[in-house]
């Protein structure tokens, strides 16, 4: 590190202008980057300033070198934030590290096992998910003479979020029977089945658009396999929901994917028919010019549409996820409504299609590797398609490879697992209490048509051992409905907004603790279902559907007077009277 960039370096660290010659701006790094909350304000520091990243990081290999063990894990830990940021571990560098890592530890102790983990991290930041046969043969060996079984977690662990599928399926394999639960065991054999799903899809090359159907096959194969191990690894204490539906989402977007390649296809096996422009001229539907094709895009154009709906709903329910889980998902909904925004800008509607507003996909700011390459693609997909509608009609063999080319190239980035889906930082739940309650679970709640039912909500929130950590809930929304189930009585009219109760109210928890009133109108005879669903509101205003979702029976019984009004005009065979209500008397 020169004289002039520690000079600098300490300049904007806050350090003055002192003049300090290059032994003495060492020294004072030296002392300033061994304590925690000064690497965590230099990581801050270089996001703003990112051209001193270089620098930074290179003088924080050649401390590793010198530091002791909780020294290099605090090190490490910055290295690997700040080239999660920003693209600066080089291949020279990565060399370094595995020195480094050979002779890391030699004991069992607990700083030697975070030791392990912290400078695993860092190479494989610096690999960029691309290990190296001599790489892995050093880490399975420190791992083999004295790592723990939660070190090869944890290290697997970090491998997946960096996209090493391959190392952390081998790692899985050698952990899960290390378990002394049978949930654990299922839950690492899932892991190991997603890890082989995505090292299948690695092995895609541009072009290949029947390789690339295969590796979707064998994928999905894993996928399978792993979805099962991981419902055999849910408790009730730990359900693993988030986990389920992100792999259902990931099973269901691999499918699309594959569909998609296969409509393509179809242009080839199954053209347009002689007469498909006098058909389209008969009709006045210029999709049919393209023959058969264009239903088929419309309805892969729906099922990606649909994809990104239920991506967006599960960012929402993830009320408890860190940042980068939730960017990890926009992501992924990102990726979804790219497609069907390139199938209609290239097949269904080239006319009406507009790429401005993509425009700023660029542009945004990146926060890993990862979010990196995937805007990378979208950036590349998007200029292709644009560059296709402005030259050439649809539909033809240029628009369908354009097509393949989008899916090979989203197929090719490998998928990151972030935190979320191995650890919860944040916990918040919410348990709701109503009343009136029925006496037994099975047993409706009566009450007389003429009359409104209070409803009480009473509701606590709970939090784990970090509450607040990644957001803090400023009011809790309830959302009342009910719906008819079953009718009984003479059919007497009610007007339309009587049928069904729809009602929501935001209150603000005390304490941890919140309680409001709904007054319900149950007109019509019958039993009703209620449903009492409560979400939370951020601090930024934002709404999270984390639920809970309660119901309750109430059953709507006609009042004693109408009941012997009604008795009295049949026994005297006179015509029923209208039926006795709060409308009846105004």
């Not at 300490?10 to 980057?33: H, P, R, T």
């Not at 892991?191 to 390789?211: N, P, R, T």
């Not at 650890?423 to 009566?446: C, D, G, V």
């Not at 009480?456 to 009011?475: A, C, D, M, N, W």
Request: proline share 4%; net charge neutral; charged share 20%.
């Amino acid at each position: 590190m020169s004289l002039s960039t520690a000079r600098s370096f300490l300049s904007v660290a806050c350090y003055g202008e002192q003049e300090l010659d290059a032994n003495s701006a060492l020294m004072e790094l030296s002392k300033w980057f061994i304590d925690c909350t000064a690497l965590t304000s230099l990581v801050k520091l270089l996001k703003s300033r990112p051209h001193l990243s270089q620098s930074a990081v290179e003088f924080l290999l050649g401390q590793l070198h010198l530091s002791c063990d909780s020294s290099r894990v605090l090190m490490c830990h910055a290295l690997a934030a700040i080239a999660t940021h920003l693209p600066v571990l080089g291949d020279g560098m990565l060399g370094d590290l595995v020195d480094l890592y050979r002779v890391a530890s030699h004991s069992s102790t607990d700083k030697q096992q975070e030791l392990l983990v912290s400078l695993a991290t860092v190479i494989f930041v610096a690999s960029q998910s691309s290990l190296s046969a001599e790489v892995k043969t050093v880490i399975k060996q420190q791992l083999e003479n004295v790592a723990n079984g939660w070190t090869v977690y944890r290290i697997a662990r970090q491998a997946s979020r960096m996209g090493c599928h391959e190392f952390s399926s081998e790692l899985y394999q050698c952990v899960r029977t290390r378990v002394a639960s049978e949930h654990f065991y299922f839950w690492l054999s899932s892991l190991k089945e997603f890890s082989q799903a995505e090292q299948c899809l690695s092995h895609v090359e541009d072009g290949d658009y029947s390789g690339a159907m295969s590796a979707i096959a064998e994928a999905l194969r894993s996928y399978q396999k792993g979805i099962a191990s991981l419902t055999a690894a849910s408790t009730p204490l730990s359900p693993l929901t988030f986990q389920c539906e992100f792999i259902k989402l990931r099973i269901d977007t691999l499918q699309a994917l594959s569909q998609l390649i296969c409509t393509c296809n179809s242009l080839k096996t199954s053209p347009p028919p002689a007469i498909a422009t006098t058909i389209a001229l008969t009709s006045g539907n210029e999709l049919q010019r393209c023959g058969r094709i264009s239903m088929q895009m419309k309805v892969c154009m729906d099922e990606f549409r649909s994809l990104a709906a239920r991506y967006a709903d599960l960012h929402q329910s993830s009320f408890d996820a860190d940042y980068a889980t939730l960017r990890n998902v926009e992501l992924q909904q990102q990726s979804c409504l790219l497609v069907s925004h390139v199938i209609e800008a290239l097949i269904l509607d080239p006319q009406a299609a507009s790429f401005q507003e993509y425009g700023t996909v660029g542009s945004v700011q990146t926060e890993s590797e990862y979010e990196r390459r995937m805007m990378s693609v979208f950036n590349h997909v998007l200029e292709e398609a644009e560059s296709l509608t402005k030259k050439h009609p649809p539909v033809s063999h240029l628009h369908t490879s354009c097509l393949c080319d989008a899916v090979i190239a989203l197929l090719k980035v490998p998928l990151s697992f972030q935190r979320y889906f191995f650890q919860k930082l944040q916990s918040t739940s919410i348990k709701l209490a109503l009343s009136p309650s029925p006496r037994t679970p099975s047993e409706p709640i009566p009450v007389q048509n003429t009359q409104q039912l209070t409803l009480k909500v009473e509701g606590v929130v709970q939090h784990g051992s970090t509450p607040g950590l990644f957001r803090k809930i400023q009011s809790v929304c309830l959302n009342v409905t009910s719906v008819l189930q079953s009718k009984t009585g003479p059919d007497y009219k009610i007007p339309l907004d009587t049928k069904t109760n729809e009602i929501k109210q935001r209150v603000e928890p005390h304490n941890d603790y919140f309680s409001t009133q709904f007054l319900l109108n149950f007109s019509i005879l019958g039993t009703h279902t209620v449903t009492v669903e409560a979400s939370v509101v951020d601090e930024s205003g934002i709404e999270w559907k984390t639920g809970p979702k309660t119901t309750v029976s109430v059953k709507s019984l006609e009042d004693p007077y109408s009941q012997q009004l009604r008795h009295q005009l049949q026994q005297g065979g006179a015509q029923p009277a209208p039926q006795r209500s709060t409308y009846t008397r105004f």
